[in-house]
């Protein structure tokens, strides 16, 4: 058997040609035939095919009825472990937040147009807020997913508002498209985000997207209105910053993948 050919910096070659298509099909938000993925990826088409075909076998692609390609099934697994993996190995700047403002700190991650919490360390208070790890939400009534929002392009927020719907967790929650834009304008402009009630009633939440993750994802601290107040939010705020700045430092440092 000829030996593969090495791709970039001694990768092999039709190993990172796949993944670049799982990345292409990804980045379609859907599906795509196997001429669009020829344009996206620049790749001629017969090669496309056997790779596809390879996928397909695997379980990692799938063939829709209209002979367009999509993500299959086999991925969930391995997405849903590796978020949990990053969840425990930032646990610990999770932490050193909860140290330094006394309430809850939470990790979430944006998958298959959710907002996943995948780590959690709780307030040391009585009264403390509590996410599952592992609960999804619809982003645009979260902290979280408002901050990981305001750092897409606004072509890419709106295909998936169309996709999701906006619908409400309470009165206070975001329903109207335009007005969701015009906050998450402000959130990239002051650099976090602010659950106003949105997701929980009696809940305040501090929230900043991590910089250079390979998925979006954000810190955040909650905790009760009435002592999450808006001034506690000028002194948290900033120590939220600096936790998603590490974390997003950190990975960018050790490679570490989500």
């Not at 335009?178 to 501090?206: F, P, S, T, W």
Request: hydrophobic share 40%; with cysteine.
């Amino acid at each position: 058997m000829a030996a593969e050919k090495n791709g970039r910096d001694g990768g092999v070659q039709s190993l990172q040609r796949a993944f670049e298509l799982l990345e292409h099909l990804a980045d379609t938000g859907g599906e795509a035939s196997l001429s669009e993925l020829a344009t996206l990826s620049g790749l001629p088409m017969p090669t496309i095919h056997r790779l596809i075909r390879t996928l397909v076998d695997l379980g990692y692609v799938r063939q829709n009825t209209n002979r367009r390609y999509a993500l299959g099934a086999r991925l969930i697994r391995l997405g849903e472990n590796a978020s949990m993996q990053f969840g425990s190995w930032a646990r610990p700047l999770l932490a050193e937040l909860v140290d330094e403002v006394g309430e809850t700190a939470n990790l979430a991650v944006l998958e298959r147009d959710e907002v996943v919490y995948v780590a959690q360390v709780p307030s040391k208070h009585s009264m403390r807020m509590f996410t599952e790890v592992g609960r999804r939400l619809l982003p645009h009534g979260t902290g979280v997913g408002k901050a990981m929002l305001a750092h897409l392009p606004s072509d890419d927020v709106t295909a998936l508002l169309a996709r999701t719907g906006m619908p409400s967790y309470t009165e206070h929650t975001f329903t109207d498209q335009d007005a969701l834009l015009r906050e998450l304008a402000k959130i990239a402009q002051q650099g976090y985000a602010l659950d106003e009630a949105e997701q929980e009633l009696g809940v305040r939440c501090v929230a900043v997207a991590v910089p250079g993750a390979p998925v979006p994802a954000a810190v955040s601290v909650s905790g009760p209105s009435g002592r999450l107040t808006m001034e506690a939010v000028e002194r948290i705020a900033p120590v939220v910053q600096r936790i998603a700045n590490s974390l997003g430092s950190t990975l960018s440092q050790d490679g570490v993948t989500v």
